[in-house]
């Protein structure tokens, strides 16, 4: 590895080497074409692109909470003291949208077949949900965070690691901040950490009373320049939002997620006793995406030493949908950085040994340096801290711009 502080450039076709998020300040990820092209583009016309798992394993639970029932599909379960991955969608969609394609990308699998997987449905968004009754009142965003405790719970999970998606990135964001040991680490794409002042709820509004649930949603999901194109992938989103999430309870998860207040975090040290998120993050999303800015002011409100900025060229507003081989990279890396090294299988070699896909998560010390690998259902592994102890290794800093 180099000297800390040195760029890292990682090239197609080269075997990854052990590297800590920590030596990383940018990280160059081979082109990749857009998943939709050609024939896989009209395959989405067909809903089971979108709602049907290539696993076979996931069981479905209902799960009481403080707030109501709450929908989960999981595969696997606990061992040791491995975390979960626990998913949570946007608005306007459910886990197999939001995550079906991303999850079943091959090199994804080769990673998360060593943990249980949780996807966590918002409440009424699920496939075949029944309408709320009339006068329901959806939980607040805060209260849908309070929600996942339950899960966590009933499950026997000790730690989590949460991916989400613009409102569930929210969600899981507050989370984190109300229950920080239940969470590891965090991956939120296109997260909007500000509420809606006036003038974007009068929009919004505006909006609701001249077009459809489903183009008001789209534009919060794509950017203007693949709404402008009407897209395939756009065009298919249109059909699925309409005819698969229930209507009415989306209006009202709509209408909570317009509601919600400010995030509340702050960088260290900008104001007194600043609250922000204690775990590893990444953040992640794709250039010209409607949600850009949110995600640009959420990254100056992280802390640096732990928070990685990811920005992802031609994947629009979905990256996990447009570019799931660029995420798992990234996500790899990220497992990397809070103590756990993934050795895949690389398809694009040929000739010579490459190691079986396996998941070991190496022992740290308080100090960043890596020591002897360990079990993976070891103790807890430690992120990366600075520490008076760490002379001669730089300072740590996690946030990585990067534009892939």
Same mark, same amino acid.
């Given at each position: 590895?180099?000297?800390?502080?040195?760029?890292?450039?990682?090239? $197609?076709?080269?075997?990854?080497?052990?590297?800590?998020?920590?030596?990383?300040?940018?990280?160059?990820?081979?082109?990749?074409?857009?998943?939709?092209?050609?024939?896989?583009?009209?395959?989405?016309?067909?809903?089971?692109?979108?709602?049907?798992?290539?696993?076979?394993?996931?069981?479905?639970?209902?799960?009481? $909470?403080?707030?109501?029932?709450?929908?989960?599909?999981?595969?696997? *379960?606990?061992?040791?003291?491995?975390?979960? #991955?626990?998913? &949570? @969608?946007?608005?306007?969609?459910?886990?197999?949208?939001?995550?079906?394609?991303?999850?079943?990308?091959?090199?994804?699998?080769? #990673?998360?077949?060593?943990?249980?997987?949780?996807?966590?449905?918002?409440?009424?968004?699920?496939?075949?949900?029944?309408?709320?009754?009339?006068?329901?009142?959806? !939980?607040?965003?805060?209260?849908?965070?309070?929600? /996942?405790?339950?899960?966590?719970? @009933?499950?026997?999970?000790?730690?989590?690691?949460? #991916?989400?998606?613009?409102?569930?990135?929210?969600?899981?964001?507050?989370?984190?901040?109300?229950? !920080?040991?239940?969470?590891?680490?965090?991956?939120?794409?296109? #997260?909007?950490?500000?509420?809606?002042? +006036?003038?974007?709820?009068?929009?919004?509004?505006?909006?609701?009373?001249? *077009? =459809?649930?489903?183009? =008001?949603?789209?534009?919060?999901?794509?950017?203007?320049?693949?709404?402008?194109? %009407? =897209?395939?992938?756009?065009?298919? &989103?249109?059909?699925?939002?309409?005819?698969?999430?229930?209507?009415?309870?989306?209006?009202?998860? +709509?209408?909570? &997620?317009?509601?919600?207040?400010?995030?509340?975090?702050?960088?260290?040290? $900008?104001?007194?006793?600043?609250?922000?998120?204690?775990?590893?993050?990444?953040?992640?999303?794709?250039? %010209?995406?409607?949600?850009?800015?949110?995600?640009?002011?959420?990254? *100056?409100?992280?802390?640096?030493? =732990? $928070?990685?900025?990811?920005?992802?060229?031609?994947?629009?507003? /979905?990256?996990?949908?447009?570019?799931?081989?660029?995420?798992?990279?990234?996500?790899?890396?990220?497992?990397?950085?809070?103590?756990?090294?993934? &050795?895949?299988?690389?398809?694009?070699?040929?000739?010579?040994?490459? !190691?079986?896909?396996?998941?070991?998560?190496?022992?740290?010390?308080?100090?960043?340096?890596?020591?002897?690998?360990?079990?993976?259902?070891?103790?807890?592994?430690?992120?990366?801290?600075?520490?008076?102890?760490?002379?001669?290794?730089?300072?740590?800093?996690?946030?990585?711009?990067?534009?892939?």
């Amino acid at each position: 590895m180099k000297v800390l502080g040195h760029k890292i450039e990682l090239l $197609t076709g080269l075997l990854l080497h052990d590297v800590t998020m920590a030596g990383l300040q940018e990280l160059r990820f081979p082109e990749e074409k857009p998943l939709l092209r050609g024939q896989d583009a009209a395959e989405l016309e067909n809903s089971d692109t979108f709602l049907l798992a290539v696993d076979t394993d996931w069981k479905e639970h209902d799960i009481e $909470t403080p707030y109501g029932l709450l929908h989960v599909v999981i595969r696997g *379960s606990p061992k040791g003291n491995r975390p979960a #991955i626990l998913t &949570y @969608h946007d608005v306007g969609l459910n886990h197999k949208l939001c995550f079906n394609t991303f999850f079943n990308f091959e090199d994804m699998q080769e #990673i998360t077949k060593h943990f249980v997987v949780c996807h966590v449905d918002a409440p009424g968004q699920q496939v075949g949900a029944s309408q709320f009754p009339q006068g329901y009142q959806f !939980p607040s965003m805060e209260q849908l965070a309070a929600m /996942l405790p339950s899960v966590v719970q @009933h499950f026997g999970f000790k730690y989590v690691i949460g #991916i989400g998606v613009g409102a569930g990135a929210y969600v899981l964001a507050k989370f984190a901040l109300i229950f !920080p040991d239940l969470v590891e680490g965090l991956v939120l794409m296109n #997260i909007d950490p500000n509420g809606k002042g +006036w003038i974007d709820w009068a929009a919004t509004k505006l909006s609701g009373l001249t *077009s =459809t649930l489903p183009d =008001t949603v789209l534009s919060h999901l794509f950017s203007q320049e693949e709404l402008a194109n %009407n =897209t395939e992938l756009v065009q298919s &989103y249109r059909q699925q939002i309409g005819n698969v999430v229930n209507q009415a309870n989306l209006q009202l998860f +709509w209408n909570m &997620y317009n509601s919600r207040r400010d995030l509340d975090i702050n960088r260290p040290g $900008t104001v007194p006793n600043a609250k922000t998120l204690r775990c590893p993050v990444m953040l992640v999303v794709g250039d %010209n995406a409607p949600a850009e800015d949110g995600v640009v002011e959420c990254n *100056s409100k992280l802390d640096p030493g =732990t $928070t990685t900025f990811l920005k992802m060229a031609d994947s629009g507003g /979905l990256p996990q949908v447009t570019q799931p081989g660029k995420l798992t990279e990234a996500f790899k890396y990220f497992l990397q950085g809070m103590g756990y090294i993934a &050795y895949l299988k690389d398809r694009r070699l040929s000739g010579g040994a490459v !190691p079986s896909a396996s998941m070991t998560r190496l022992a740290r010390s308080r100090t960043a340096s890596l020591t002897s690998a360990s079990s993976v259902d070891g103790s807890r592994p430690q992120a990366c801290t600075h520490s008076e102890s760490s002379e001669g290794l730089g300072q740590v800093n996690h946030t990585m711009e990067v534009s892939c």
